[in-house]
């Protein structure tokens, strides 16, 4: 349940509220020496202001490998290849698009849901596995209560975060 938590918290970092932010470009991968490497393992990616993203490759003879990557991870993104570092522009979020990107974390966050119940259930499978063992009926009823405790805060963590990523996505 808890890494079904530090996903979500991964996945609303990538749901960009018009803010830039180095977070953004997690995932991107760059084509490095010939091989897949994450950006961020390629370049040096800052965040200046609040509406510009910096990536400025250790390896300058890389840099369009780095802006081609970019362009690839189809993250509305246009680098702008300034020699020495890529300059991206954050564009300011349209109330419609604001929208859409609290139904994409809204998503998130029910996938967060069903991975948590997915838990409960295992859990649950494993507490009737114990009168095979010999433990009290009572004792195994206690279990699944406390795994429906559980499954319940971790389930209002979920909310919790969604409610305060969506007050920041629809904050201008």
Do not use: C
């Amino acid at each position: 349940m808890d890494k079904s938590i530090e996903h979500l918290e991964r996945e609303f970092q990538k749901i960009r509220a018009g803010k830039a932010s180095p977070d953004m470009l997690d995932g991107v991968m760059v084509d490095f020496y010939g091989a897949m490497t994450p950006i961020n393992q390629t370049s040096n990616v800052t965040s200046p202001d609040p509406r510009q993203i910096i990536v400025q490759p250790w390896d300058k003879s890389q840099i369009s490998n780095i802006e081609k990557a970019i362009l690839a991870a189809n993250l509305g993104f246009n680098p702008k290849n300034e020699g020495e570092v890529l300059r991206i522009i954050v564009p300011a979020v349209t109330e419609e698009r604001r929208r859409d990107l609290v139904k994409q974390a809204k998503v998130e966050a029910e996938d967060a849901k069903v991975a948590i119940r997915n838990s409960r259930r295992g859990g649950n499978d494993e507490a009737k596995k114990l009168d095979k063992e010999g433990v009290s009926e009572d004792d195994i009823k206690k279990l699944q209560d406390d795994i429906q405790k559980l499954t319940d805060d971790y389930i209002k963590k979920v909310d919790t975060l969604f409610e305060k990523k969506e007050k920041d996505i629809m904050t201008i």
